[in-house]
């Protein structure tokens, strides 16, 4: 253990170094930012390019994402409905036993014709090495990095700007987004590898490479899988670590009213002190914090959010008449409507992450051997991160606006302010809410990064090989950029780093649609052994 900790120390030795050239008056941060902006500048423009309709300009991205998940809805007969049940027993556990024992297997079942040996392309099925985590933990594990600053700070800046009709978009979108989760997680275990010591690896590099490859494309697969690792390193080290780190960090000074930078650097260490002796551990590690954490801050915030939906309940029907009227009638006709419809949509998909296929990476580490079940479990990710979560937040925001007039509609400039007025929302009710918000700030930032610091660390072992050193010099940049977010304001780079967390979209979109024909089979499959189950009481 100590010689696994020791690498943690040694990456923060460096910082107090960068910060002295800080505090010196070079301002290392300000020549980084404005090196790299036209970079970012460029790249931003490219993933977010977009597409003028009704004199609005809407992302492409977001198209994208909204017409993928809508063919995987009708493509696989309403999967986010119809399998809802299924998802809610499967975490349960009440078909593990399917896993565990070949009775269930129905006869026609590819696994017949492979006993006790690998099904070519997918995974393993002797033994009991089907996976490092359960059902729960990899749900958790996908949930920590999706549930966090999206919930809170940006459904408050979809509110705001696009007003309560945003909420009725962003539902939408999380319904929808069920569907894109159910798919490219049942393919994330479909094509994962499992080594000789029982360690996954998995996510949409191994499916886009090996599943295109096996339906002919192979220099296609070669291509979008390789680009897809490059952007989920990128994204992992800048909008799943900086930006968490940095937030958590504001949060913190702005809490305690400290003025004194050091602080940043302080408090960026302490982080990711706490972040080291969780990844040192793996996914394993990961899945176990991960289980006790999401719960809790499930608990948290949305106990607080019910508490006060509870406490202003005769507002709760005006509230939702606000929300419905103002989804299809705004007052700037179809140009408004349609804005409300992008920031629900934008801020609904973006928080939930369906379609990216970040998600896949974690899914794929669950122990079973039918994909499509992990797939069932994780189409409830976005179901619990946005349409529970994120409408909580919604509602509380709408019902103490009505009653407190806190904020005007349409207002662009609080983009870049919504922790702060999900702060003020809840202080209306639940006086000094906002230091309990801190800390669940914080607990989000600080999920995120362990669940991103796995999926970047699965992106840099395709591109650079498994190995303890590549495994080591990932986890001690991660480290060192956690801190180095904490610490500065790096802007550009971090714009940067969210561009290439949606450029996973482009890669990863191409790749399930081609290969939703092979889901559907492994649905099918799945279904017959859970009907053998029940059947056979």
């Known amino acids: ?76 007969s309403f999967p986010q409905f119809r399998l809802f049940k299924t998802a809610i027993r499967v975490v349960a556990g009440k078909y593990d036993d399917i896993d565990a024992h070949d009775s269930f297997v129905p006869a026609d079942d590819p696994l017949m014709d492979h006993p006790g040996e690998d099904i070519p392309e997918t ?6 090495h089907h996976g490092e985590v359960s059902h729960f933990q990899a749900l958790s594990a996908a949930l920590s990095a999706t549930v966090g600053l999206g919930n809170i700070a940006g459904v408050a800046v979809a509110i705001a700007i696009g007003g309560p009709g945003a909420t009725f978009w962003m539902i939408l979108a999380g319904l929808l987004g069920m569907a894109s989760k159910f798919t490219e997680c049942t393919l994330g275990v479909k094509y994962r590898d499992i080594g000789p010591d029982g360690t996954v690896y998995g996510g949409p590099m191994y499916y886009l490479q090996k599943g295109l490859t096996r339906r002919g494309f192979k220099s296609l697969g070669d291509i979008l899988a390789a680009f897809f690792a490059l952007m989920v390193i990128g994204g992992s080290f800048g909008g799943g670590n900086m930006f968490q780190a940095n937030q958590a960090t504001a949060q913190f000074i702005e809490l305690f009213k400290i003025r004194n930078d050091n602080w940043r650097v302080f408090f960026g260490i302490i982080l990711a002190f706490l972040v080291g002796i969780v990844i040192i551990g793996g996914i ?58 992008i920031q629900g949509f934008r801020r609904g998909t973006f928080s939930n992450e369906a379609g990216v296929g ?50 005007e509609y349409g207002d662009a400039s609080v983009n ?15 006086p000094h809410f906002s230091i309990i918000l801190t800390i669940a700030v914080i607990l989000f930032a600080f999920s995120t ?41 790096l802007g550009s780079v971090l714009d940067f780093s969210d561009a290439m967390i949606f450029a996973m979209v482009f890669p990863n979109i191409i790749g399930v649609a081609i290969l939703a024909p092979e889901v559907k089979e492994e649905l099918s499959r799945y279904l017959k052994a859970i009907a053998k189950k029940d059947k056979a009481g």
């Open 358 to 407: 970040s998600a896949a990476i974690a899914h794929s580490a669950v122990k079973t051997k039918y994909p499509a079940s992990e797939g069932i479990v994780a189409l409830l990710e976005p179901f619990i991160d946005t349409v529970v979560i994120c409408t909580m937040t919604a509602l509380v925001l709408v019902i103490t606006n009505i009653k407190f007039h806190l904020f």
């Open 284 to 341: 394993k590690r990961i899945g176990k914090v991960a289980e006790k954490i999401v719960p809790f801050m499930a608990i948290l915030y949305v106990g607080a959010a019910i508490f006060i939906l509870v406490a202003e309940f005769k507002y709760i029907p005006d509230a939702f008449a606000l929300i419905i009227k103002n989804a299809f009638t705004p007052m700037a006709g179809l140009g408004g409507f349609i804005g409300v419809m």
């Open 123 to 128: 995974i393993k099925i002797e033994g009991e």
């Open 416 to 430: 870049g302010k919504g922790v702060e007025l999900t702060a003020h929302a809840f202080d209306a009710v639940i």
């Open 1 to 76: 253990m100590k010689r696994r900790l020791f690498f943690v120390a040694l990456t923060l030795s460096g910082i107090f170094r960068m910060w002295a050239q800080e505090a010196s008056g070079q301002s290392l941060a300000g020549k980084i930012d404005e090196a790299f902006k036209p970079v970012s500048d460029f790249w931003s423009s490219v993933v977010f390019y977009s597409i003028p309709i009704a004199g609005l300009r809407i992302p492409l991205v977001l198209i994208i994402l909204i017409l993928g998940a809508t063919f995987f809805t009708i493509y696989f």
């Open 449 to 489: 990064m362990l669940s991103w610091s796995y999926y970047g660390l699965q992106g840099w072992k395709f591109l650079f090989g498994r190995s303890k050193k590549t495994d080591l010099t990932y986890k001690i940049l991660f480290l060192f950029f956690l801190v180095v977010g904490s610490s500065v304001k």
